[in-house]
């Protein structure tokens, strides 16, 4: 493995039980549950690798002269009028802009769009089941810290962060809208891309980060494994909560997370993996290699994010049920999709009124899954019926105030 890969990742050296694992697996299977040690040590090395095109033009603007409302506002022109009509841009702008449109040669349109078709099916579950799994990574430093000094998911914010991020996620996923140029989710995918670089140097300077042990922060590694947590993860997840989704639709839908995360700044060349076993290999690869050392900085993430869903003071009535029922099924997520031995860290709310009804719901979503595969009308309602329900609760639980995904904002500490 590379000499100056960053401490914390404590990966190839396995620990006994997770060898004997391995071992017995591939002799009864042929399976190897770990990637090949060239992908290992790609993946390592990007631990340390950032965006450079995009980090070029935020310090030359956001953090340069020009200041983040002016280089935010030369951004939203260039979005709605085109790069051509802003001659201001600075050439990093330029060369930013230039990348952002340019469709990868890798690209299947097809298998975008079905991709995001399943992103449709599961609406709500995929941003409960994907935090849930993030919660469970909490206990590393290297995706802890930042958030802490960031501020995202953390105390009071963490609500307000995660309705952000469900705004990309309703906005990328509408039929055709992520290949269409000028569409709110590739707008918005930009903004998420600065937003990320900023938050990137900022953390890096701080005195809290430790690169030596954790490499850069929201590094290309750190972000492929949220994607995998945004397909392959939950693809598998839901079975038990009745979304059949099938090897093909897990391949799209990883089709169409690499193209998310190519929009947002993720390039991870030569690793990203190309099928369902392959990325669940990435997966196994960094549950072996925790460290467990994000400390305070992991607790208030965690414990922060369920009670976030409690219902407010000013709710009443029926607004009051509606609270309470959303907090209790994120709170049944996070006791689903939590590995037990790491839940056991935290306080947290208790999983079990939560995980009924998760439970209860699930032959309705099985018969639905039955449904549409006989029938594409099924199938297509159903879909425009989630992505409206899931759309809903966002205006709702967001009391209207539109998404902001400001860059340069100070740390909290």
């Known amino acids: 493995m590379p000499a100056s890969s960053p401490t914390a990742f404590r990966y190839p050296q396995l620990s006994d039980r997770r060898r004997r694992q391995r071992a017995l697996v591939k002799r009864l299977t042929g399976i190897d549950l770990y990637p ?83 992103w449709r099916r599961w609406a709500y579950a995929l941003g409960a089941l994907g935090n849930a799994g993030t919660n469970d990574t909490y206990t590393e430093g290297w995706l802890a810290v930042p958030l802490s000094l960031s501020g995202g998911y953390a105390g009071e914010r963490a609500l307000h962060r995660y309705l952000e991020t469900s705004r990309w996620w309703i906005e990328v996923c509408r039929p055709g809208a992520i290949l269409t140029p000028g569409s709110e989710g590739r707008n918005i995918s930009l903004h998420v891309r600065i937003m990320h670089v900023s938050v990137r140097d900022r953390v890096r300077r701080h005195p809290e980060w430790n690169t030596a042990r954790w490499g850069l922060p929201i590094s290309q590694s750190a972000m492929l494994l949220t994607l995998l947590g945004g397909s392959v993860a939950p693809a598998l997840g839901l079975y038990p909560l009745g979304h059949l989704t099938s090897r093909r639709e897990m391949r ?59 219902p407010a003071p000013q709710h009443r009535g029926l607004a009051r049920l509606r609270a309470e029922y959303h907090y209790r099924v994120q709170a049944g997520y996070l006791g689903l999709y939590m590995l037990p031995w790491n839940r056991r860290r935290y306080r ?51 009391d209207g105030k539109a998404a902001a995904f400001q860059a340069a904002v100070p740390l909290r500490r």
């Not at 992908?39 to 995009?54: C, S």
């Not at 040669?105 to 078709?117: C, M």
């Not at 993996?273 to 925790?290: N, Q």
């Open 36 to 118: 090949s040690d060239d992908v290992a040590r790609a993946f390592i090395a990007g631990l340390t690798e950032g965006d450079p095109v995009a980090e070029r033009f935020v310090a030359e603007t956001y953090h340069g002269d020009l200041g983040a409302r002016r280089a935010r506002d030369l951004v939203e022109a260039a979005q709605r009028d085109g790069i051509d009509a802003v001659p201001e841009a600075p050439e990093s702008m330029r060369a930013l802009f230039e990348e952002f449109e340019q469709v990868p040669e890798w690209v299947d349109p097809d298998l975008v769009e079905q991709g995001a078709a399943v």
């Open 348 to 398: 947290l709310p208790s999983a079990v009124p939560g995980v009924l009804l998760l439970l209860a719901r699930a032959p309705v979503v099985l018969a639905l899954e039955l449904a549409r595969r006989v029938s594409p009308r099924v199938d297509a309602r159903w879909q425009r019926s989630n992505l409206r329900r899931w759309e809903n609760w966002l205006r709702w639980q967001s």
């Open 252 to 310: 799209a839908v990883l089709h169409f997370n690499r193209y998310c995360g190519y929009l947002v700044g993720v390039r991870c060349d030569g690793y990203f993996p190309e099928t369902v076993a392959d990325a669940w290999r990435i997966l196994f690869m960094a549950d072996a290699a925790r460290s467990y050392d994000s400390g305070h900085s992991g607790v208030e993430l965690v414990e922060s994010f369920v009670p976030a869903f409690r």
